[in-house]
């Protein structure tokens, strides 16, 4: 493992399902590049056809708000009107991949007996049919001494993790 990625700090915080604050409105924010939203879908997608849920498309609504929560560099849910998934790493290696598995490696701790909401049962949620993600290079987010970190944000509509409705939504 890269020095870098050694120190890397990967944090995440689970689902939010809010009413969307005022404070996120305002001008849309740059598209991501094409080879970032395959990169996006991809990996989402990748897991989802193992889990029997259809492919996610990209919706650029979902994007730009996405994009709007990693702007502010706070690493806190936005309280918003989707499903959300958030990471925040530091060092070369935490890109766009590295971010979505951190949310899917919580797969092993899924029991169906007693289903959790996570940031892998986002993922993998088969209600949920469109995605758009942002990304922002941040300070503050952690000890400034590990550097910027790359503060990955992902929308997902509907949102999934509600309460109740695991059994039809998340496969073992």
Known sequence: MAHNAALS????IVVSLSVLPTAFAGPAFARASPS???QYLSA???IRAQKGAVNLVWDDTLASYAQQVANTCVFKHSGGPYGENLAAGTGSGFDIAAAIKSWTDEESEYDPNNPQPSHYTQVVWKATTHLGCGVQSCDGIFDPSYGKANYYVCEYNPAGNVIGEFGENVEP
């Open 9 to 12: 700090l990967i944090a995440a």
């Open 36 to 38: 970032d939203i395959d």
């Open 44 to 46: 989402h997608n990748a």
